[in-house]
């Protein structure tokens, strides 16, 4: 405002000279000094935000986020609530997640079928993304979450729906309103297409569909000697002390 | 890099930031075949020669300057080129590595960025290296370079804006030192490209907090541009429309930048067209602004005739419009959550509401485009035909301005003029014309000395 007033107000005029006017130190301090102040409340209110969001544990509903060229894979964590192993040398058609079937913990777990994610509302949800192949982004902009998909390393999120699916379609008066998940991250030519719709809903609609889903169990076993290559390798998907150590490094 | 366009797979096509393991793997997408190699074989030329042209830039400021050009004498567009011949000296050698070690992955098997993929039907061997290791060293270089394309800029337009103020550059020393402040904040900010990454969380706090510092200096810079107009006497050429149309650039890409930089509120506008809108307009515009201002202000200077006026002005006033017409719109875009490097948005239905933003940033980038065809015939007809150019047509105080008009080998004949004062005497007090060349001598101009000036 001052700036465009300025370039105009001060027009040339052969008559009139500019005021010398090199410097003013108390000037100059004072707007160093006021930036200054306003961007330590910024960053004072802001890291508040993001230690809140990111950097505190929360308690919840444990699943995975898988990303591929060009699609995702949820899986949920079942009874346990605990993701059991997996390892890519263990991947095949049936097996996309490279599951490993011996540790008890994955017998439980259930993988989406079609290309969609159910999440029950009103219920705190820990994501851990992964990816098979290149980097992608697992960016959910109805939720305000993002996160990127790193293959062997496991990435984390929390956050809890508050608004069902249907809720939000009356609310928008959009009745064919859909969240959605999507890639965010370049990850080759069809990247674009990368997504997943997510469909919020009741926990008693999420406990009846997630029963429908593909149980881990189901998944034929391996073959012995590849089982016991890709144990020594098994990737724990829960977060560790070593995994936390790892992310301090990089 | 442009013969890539040429072979069977395409250029290179993972983006600038090239990540692997997207760009490590030719099973990963066509372009990461051959159009890659060539892009790092490039790419390792180009900073190869810009390190060599950093180093003489370096080496001839220190050394090679006229009798009496003290370093508090330079102009601040030299003082600018210093800086960033000594950012690119520092950080430049960091993408060399970077890139050292992606040839690595990609033909001797190595795994410096590469863990657990299975692709193209089979688990590959590599194990134990992280892709975002690649990032960390990626932008070590990515954020200095940034400043890289806006220091100069900047040091082009301080001077512009001096002279055709007729006014000394407001707080000298304190532009002086915010981009040496500037310059080396630049070193410690590059995880801010990085939030949403997976890296540490903790680390996302520690850049956040170096980020926003950078602010500072930033704020320091406008304040002080803006001083400088103050109770001036403004010229208002065509080079001086673009200077302070920089300076417009980068207060509103500085503000976004605030917003960028606070990891919390990156979580959700990261990689979205808000990102896009941010640095098209604080690195983008404002660096091709600052570079207009200089090739309209310096044009007599290099071919001796003086460009087109009018033609000018035509060329500001749509190239300011269309700027802001393409890039403001893109806020909104990716404040509704519209992720960049999308083939096509029409895959989405949430985002068919945009379809007219989109619209009108396409309209306008379009204007935009042609109105460069204007400078283009500006600059060629002018070179040629344009009006012949006075001795110093800004009357201007700077030194470059003392060299005749004819081009000479070694630009002056005889010594290369001796330096007196600072670059910007303007309007000063008493003396006899509103500017005093910096070869003016002291004892010439009683008149308006300032005590301490003998």
Redesign the interface.
């Known amino acids: 405002m001052?700036?465009?007033g300025?370039?105009h107000k001060?027009?040339?005029?052969h008559s009139?000279?500019?005021?010398?006017?090199?410097?003013?130190h108390k000037?100059?301090l004072i707007?160093?000094v006021v930036?200054?102040i306003v961007?330590t409340v910024?960053?004072v209110t802001?890291?508040k935000?993001?230690?809140d969001?990111?950097?505190t544990e929360k308690k919840g509903m444990n699943m995975q986020v898988y990303g591929y060229?060009f699609a995702f894979i949820a899986r949920y964590s079942g009874e346990d609530n605990t993701l059991g192993k997996s390892n890519?040398?263990l991947?095949n058609d049936e097996n996309a997640l490279?599951l490993n079937l011996d540790d008890k913990a994955t017998k439980d777990d259930i993988i989406t079928t079609g290309n969609e994610m159910r999440l029950p509302v009103g219920t705190s949800i820990n994501f851990t993304?992964n990816a098979?192949?290149?980097?992608h982004?697992a960016?959910m902009?109805?939720f305000?979450?993002?996160?990127?998909?790193?293959?062997?390393?496991n990435?984390h999120f929390n956050f809890t729906p508050t608004i069902t699916t249907a809720e939000m379609r009356k609310k928008l008066n959009k009745p064919?309103?859909?969240y959605?998940l999507?890639?965010?991250?370049?990850?080759?030519?069809a990247?674009?297409?990368m997504?997943m719709k997510i469909v919020v809903e009741t926990p008693e609609e999420f406990a009846a569909w997630l029963k429908t889903q593909k149980k881990a169990s189901e998944i034929p076993t391996a073959n012995a000697a590849e089982v016991k290559v890709a144990d020594a390798?098994s990737?724990n998907v829960q977060p560790t002390a070593n995994l936390k150590l790892r992310?301090?490094i990089? | 890099m442009m013969w890539s366009v040429f072979i069977e797979t395409g250029p290179a096509s993972g983006g600038w930031t090239i990540y692997p393991p997207l760009s490590a793997l030719p099973q990963a997408m066509p372009g990461s075949g051959m159009g890659m190699t060539l892009w790092l074989v490039s790419m390792v030329l180009f900073i190869v020669s810009a390190l060599l042209g950093g180093i003489n830039y370096i080496a001839t400021v220190i050394n090679l300057r006229t009798k009496g050009m003290s370093m508090m004498r330079l102009p601040l567009t030299i003082w600018a080129f210093l800086i960033t011949a000594i950012l690119g000296v520092l950080s430049f050698p960091v993408l060399f590595a970077a890139a050292l070690l992606l040839v690595f992955d990609r033909s001797f098997g190595t795994s410096f960025y590469l863990s657990d993929i299975f692709i193209g039907g089979e688990a590959l061997h590599n194990s134990g290296g992280s892709p975002i290791l690649f990032q960390h060293l990626f932008w070590f270089l990515g954020h200095p370079e940034v400043y890289i394309v806006l220091l100069p800029a900047l040091g082009l337009a301080s001077e512009v804006i001096a002279t055709q103020s007729r006014k000394p550059i407001f707080g000298y020393k304190a532009m002086v030192v915010s981009m040496l402040v500037i310059a080396f904040l630049s070193f410690i900010v590059w995880g801010h490209h990085m939030f949403m990454t997976g890296m540490n969380p903790f680390l996302g706090a520690v850049f956040t907090f170096t980020t926003l510092l950078i602010a500072i200096p930033s704020a320091v810079k406008v304040f002080n541009y803006i001083a400088t107009l103050w109770k001036a006497n403004i010229q208002l050429t065509p080079a001086m429309c673009f200077a302070i149309g920089l300076v417009s650039f980068f207060i509103s890409g500085g503000l976004t930048g605030i917003i960028l930089g606070d990891s919390a509120l990156d979580i959700n506008i990261h990689d979205t067209y808000f990102v896009v809108a941010h640095f098209h307009i604080v690195m983008g515009a404002s660096a091709i602004f600052g570079m207009f201002a200089g090739v309209y202000h310096w044009f007599p200077r290099m071919f001796g005739r003086m460009m087109n006026k009018t033609l000018g002005y035509i060329h500001f006033w749509i190239t300011v419009i269309a700027v802001y017409g393409v890039f403001f719109p893109m806020h909104f875009l990716g404040l509704a959550g519209v992720p960049r490097r999308y083939y096509s948005n029409s895959a989405y239905e949430s985002f068919m509401d945009m379809q007219n933003i989109n619209e009108l940033v396409t309209v306008m980038s379009m204007i935009g485009g042609v109105a460069q065809l204007i400078f283009a015939f500006n600059f060629f007809y002018s070179m040629f035909y344009g009006k012949k150019s006075e001795q110093n047509p800004w009357g201007s105080n700077t030194i470059e301005w003392t060299a005749p008009v004819e081009h000479l080998h070694g630009n002056w004949p005889g010594e290369i003029p001796t330096v007196h004062r600072w670059a910007y005497d303007y309007s000063k007090p008493g003396a006899e014309h509103d500017f005093i060349p910096q070869t003016t001598p002291y004892s010439q101009t009683k008149g308006s000395n300032l005590p301490g000036e003998e």
């Open positions: 001052f700036y465009s300025f370039a001060y027009r040339h005029n009139r000279r500019a005021y010398f006017y090199p410097e003013n000037l100059e707007w160093t930036p200054a961007l910024l960053i802001g890291l935000q993001w230690n969001i990111l950097m060229q890519f040398r991947i490279g993304f098979r192949d290149v980097l982004g960016y902009p109805h305000r979450a993002q996160m990127n998909m790193v293959p062997g390393m990435t064919d309103f859909d959605v999507l890639c965010n991250k370049i990850c080759g030519n990247h674009y297409t997504k390798a990737t992310q301090i990089l």
